[in-house]
């Protein structure tokens, strides 16, 4: 017997992409699905605290919360905004295919050079640490909101430019002339992946969601998201991890840096693929050791100020 899979989303445009995206490809396996926009968490009354549920995430508490109330049965979220710990009861169902993992630069004309002086917007900690790491004399505004919004505040203001990530600009269609493909920014873990959650209990939604896991983007992003979560960094720590794999091979390069970009520890490794389980955990323990233990310190001691 078919059942109506209820998929639960933020209300932007790049959210509402990624749901449907994940709707179609169900609606192809015989599956009903229905996309239902989640928009505020104050009407979404639970009998327990959220922090005894272990839920956290400031992009995915709102979906969690719908899960746990049976509003919704699956969710879909841009992997690199989701906790390294998920929420008691809810578990990963899919993980997509990813798309591109590298940040770009938008500016409004051909870049100057970026020796000189200059101002860049993001409200990413990891872009901003690893771009004063490099280009120690500009400056950077803070820039939040969805994709659309951060787009027209870099038009509305005298920004040189604005970071984003590719996949997100990609997925919607909103890519712009100008951009430059920032190759030596370490993107974030799980970067141009989505992520499918499920219900532990709910083995229908589960079962569906099987076919559409894409086994590389898995191992790869579960590596990254084991480095973070071993450095014990949330989604908004300077941290950066990225996981490639070439025929047998797993590549790896990770890296932690100080709010203000002057301190960095990185750790590059290369292994054959039946050799990556614990990668992720032996990278940050290698990190940790190279500095990155007081870096880390640093930060989270500069953050809880």
């Given at each position: 017997?078919?059942?109506l899979?209820?998929?639960?989303?933020?209300?932007?445009?790049?959210?509402?992409?990624?749901?449907?995206?994940?709707?179609?490809?169900?609606?192809?396996?015989?599956h009903?699905?229905?996309?239902?926009?989640?928009?505020?968490?104050?009407?979404?009354?639970?009998?327990?605290?959220?922090?005894?549920?272990?839920?956290?995430?400031?992009?995915?508490?709102?979906?969690?919360?719908?899960?746990?109330?049976?509003?919704?049965?699956?969710?879909?979220?841009?992997?690199?905004?989701?906790?390294?710990?998920?929420?008691?009861?809810?578990?990963?169902?899919?993980?997509?295919?990813?798309?591109?993992t590298?940040?770009?630069?938008?500016?409004?004309?051909?870049?100057?050079?970026?020796?000189?002086?200059?101002?860049?917007?993001?409200?990413?900690?990891r872009?901003?640490?690893?771009?004063?790491?490099?280009?120690?004399?500009?400056?950077?505004?803070?820039?939040?909101?969805?994709?659309?919004?951060?787009?027209?505040?870099l038009?509305?203001?005298?920004?040189?430019?604005?970071?984003?990530?590719?996949a997100?600009?990609?997925?919607?269609?909103?890519?712009?002339?100008?951009?430059?493909?920032?190759?030596?920014?370490?993107?974030?873990?799980?970067?141009?992946?989505?992520?499918?959650?499920?219900?532990?209990n709910?083995?229908?939604?589960?079962?569906?969601?099987?076919?559409?896991?894409?086994?590389?983007?898995?191992?790869?992003?579960?590596?990254?998201?084991?480095?973070?979560?071993?450095?014990?960094?949330?989604?908004?720590?300077?941290?950066?991890?990225?996981?490639?794999?070439?025929?047998?091979?797993?590549?790896?390069?990770g890296?932690?840096?100080?709010?203000?970009?002057?301190?960095?520890?990185?750790?590059?490794?290369?292994v054959?693929?039946?050799?990556?389980?614990?990668?992720?955990?032996?990278?940050?323990?290698?990190?940790?050791?190279?500095?990155?233990?007081?870096?880390m310190?640093?930060?989270?001691?500069?953050?809880?100020?």
């Amino acid at each position: 017997m078919n059942k109506l899979i209820k998929i639960g989303t933020r209300d932007s445009e790049l959210a509402l992409w990624q749901a449907n995206h994940v709707k179609d490809l169900l609606i192809r396996n015989g599956h009903e699905a229905t996309i239902v926009p989640v928009k505020s968490d104050g009407d979404l009354v639970l009998d327990k605290p959220l922090h005894e549920l272990g839920i956290t995430g400031i992009f995915t508490k709102t979906l969690d919360v719908a899960m746990h109330n049976g509003s919704i049965d699956i969710a879909v979220h841009s992997m690199k905004d989701v906790p390294t710990q998920l929420p008691s009861g809810i578990v990963k169902a899919a993980v997509l295919e990813r798309a591109n993992t590298k940040d770009l630069l938008i500016h409004k004309e051909k870049p100057q050079e970026f020796g000189k002086k200059a101002t860049i917007a993001t409200g990413s900690l990891r872009r901003k640490a690893q771009w004063l790491n490099r280009y120690p004399k500009h400056t950077i505004e803070d820039l939040r909101g969805n994709v659309n919004t951060r787009l027209q505040k870099l038009k509305d203001n005298a920004w040189d430019g604005a970071v984003f990530a590719a996949a997100g600009l990609e997925r919607i269609n909103l890519k712009p002339k100008h951009y430059t493909e920032l190759d030596w920014m370490i993107p974030a873990p799980a970067q141009g992946a989505m992520l499918v959650v499920a219900m532990e209990n709910d083995n229908y939604s589960r079962k569906a969601l099987e076919k559409l896991s894409h086994y590389e983007t898995d191992i790869c992003t579960s590596i990254e998201r084991d480095f973070l979560r071993t450095l014990e960094g949330g989604c908004t720590a300077p941290i950066g991890a990225l996981a490639t794999i070439d025929i047998d091979y797993i590549s790896f390069l990770g890296g932690v840096f100080s709010l203000d970009g002057k301190q960095k520890a990185t750790v590059e490794k290369r292994v054959l693929i039946e050799h990556c389980e614990g990668l992720g955990a032996l990278c940050a323990k290698e990190i940790l050791s190279l500095g990155g233990e007081e870096i880390m310190k640093k930060i989270k001691k500069e953050l809880s100020v």
